[in-house]
Structures are given as structure tokens and as C-alpha cells.
T-cell receptor
Framework: DAGVIQSPRHEVTEMGQEVTLRCKPI?????LFWYRQTMMRGLELLIY????????DSGMPEDRFSAKMPNASFSTLKIQPSEPRDSAVYFC????????????????FGSGTRLTVV | KNEVEQSPQNLTAQEGEFITINCSYSVGISALHWLQQHPGGGIVSLFMLSSGKKKHGRLIATINIQEKHSSLHITASHPRDSAVYICAVNRYQFYFGTGTSLTVIP
């Protein structure tokens, strides 16, 4: 398996523009997570899905952020309109199960999308 | 007050040393996670545990639910272990520690 695939790797956009980040989870993983990492706030969970259904979006900073998972193999995180304070690295991760199984090391993270809003 | 506290914040060790990173949390949890973030920015999930101990190669993670404390141990440390180690807990929400920056010197 190629792992969790995120695109683009880098995105530079002007304030006010719409930004769409993409994620392809590992096949068979039931959970998908979107995280944001900044120097100031560290890692934050934005939203997570179980079987394509959003379960907890309490971490989504405001209405400018939206996430969808139209099928088991694809998810998007959209920011509209973007602002300079949205500049961060956005990670997507997927996981097969919550349970404390011996062979489950938890999540598999994508390489992240570095977003810069100027 | 942070729900997840890690110590130390920074750690420098000589190659071969035994390393311990600590994580204390103040909320009820379903699971605790140890993550490793490499200097290039990539994140690897090392462990997810809710009780007892797990071992993977030279890495050992333990958790004491009653004391709300977890430790990550690295035996025979190596320069390639140099990274930021992040503790995270979840139940209804996720909480992240600020990370421990480890540098292993040859």
C-alpha cells in the first residue's frame, strides 16, 4: 500500500482565495482524520470521519473550513476564503480501528500539505 | 492548564543511552498515542495503547491508567532516533502534548 496520500505537498495562495486539500486514506481504514500543525498551537485535530461520516468537527476553527468524505477513498478539506492565519501544515491520517490491538500502531499519517497564505 | 504535559521539553543524549520521555494527562481517555515527528516534518505513529505495555523494536511504551501517566522508552539510542516525540490522548476529543525534542549525539 502506498500509505496515506496527500496533495498538494505545498500550496501558496493569496488571501481570500479558496484552497482545497486532498487526502487518499489507506484502503480498508475506517477512520480518517484531518490535523493542523503550527508553531504557536502545535498539533490540533480539526475533524474526523468514521466510515465516511463526520463524527467530530469541533476542532474546525470556523465556518470558513469545511471537510467532506464522499467515499471511502477520498476526502477534502476546503478553506474559503483563506486568511494568512490559516498558514500551517495540514496532515491527514487514517486508522483501521480504535482498539488496543497488538498489531495496531495507531494512525498512518500522510506527508502533509504546507499551506502558505499571503 | 494543558490537558497533556510532557517532560522533558528538550533532551540530548549520547548514542547508546537509555532514554525516557514522560507524559501526564488530566482527562479520562480511551487511548494514548505516541507520535514521532522527524526533522523533515513527517509524522509516524509509534504506539496506540490503553493499558499495560507495548514494545516495538527498541521502543517501549507503558501506561498507568490510575496515575494518568505514560512513558516512552528508547533503548540503545541512535542518532536516527533524533526527532520530536508527541504524546496525545483521546476520548471524546483529542489533546496533544507540546512534544519532546530529542537529539542523540554520535
Amino acid at each position: 500500500d502506498a500509505g496515506v496520500i496527500q496533495s498538494p505537498r505545498h500550496e501558496v495562495t493569496e488571501m481570500g482565495q479558496e484552497v482545497t486539500l486532498r487526502c487518499k486514506p489507506i484502503s480498508g481504514h475506517d477512520y480518517l482524520f484531518w490535523y493542523r500543525q503550527t508553531m504557536m498551537r502545535g498539533l490540533e485535530l480539526l475533524i474526523y470521519f468514521n466510515n465516511n461520516v463526520p463524527i467530530d468537527d469541533s476542532g474546525m476553527p470556523e465556518d470558513r473550513f469545511s471537510a467532506k468524505m464522499p467515499n471511502a477513498s477520498f476526502s477534502t478539506l476546503k478553506i474559503q476564503p483563506s486568511e494568512p492565519r490559516d498558514s500551517a501544515v495540514y496532515f491527514c491520517a487514517s486508522s483501521p480501528i480504535w482498539a488496543n490491538r497488538e498489531d495496531n500502531y495507531g494512525y498512518t499519517f500522510g506527508s502533509g500539505t504546507r499551506l502558505t497564505v499571503v | 492548564k494543558n490537558e497533556v504535559e510532557q517532560s522533558p521539553q528538550n533532551l540530548t543524549a549520547q548514542e547508546g543511552e537509555f532514554i525516557t520521555i514522560n507524559c501526564s494527562y488530566s482527562v479520562g481517555i480511551s487511548a494514548l498515542h505516541w507520535l514521532q515527528q522527524h526533522p523533515g516534518g513527517g509524522i509516524v505513529s509509534l504506539f496506540m495503547l490503553s493499558s499495560g505495555k507495548k514494545k516495538h523494536g527498541r521502543l517501549i511504551a507503558t501506561i498507568n491508567i490510575q496515575e494518568k501517566h505514560s512513558s516512552l522508552h528508547i533503548t540503545a539510542s541512535h542518532p536516527r532516533d533524533s526527532a520530536v516525540y508527541i504524546c496525545a490522548v483521546n476520548r471524546y476529543q483529542f489533546y496533544f502534548g507540546t512534544g519532546t525534542s530529542l537529539t542523540v549525539i554520535p
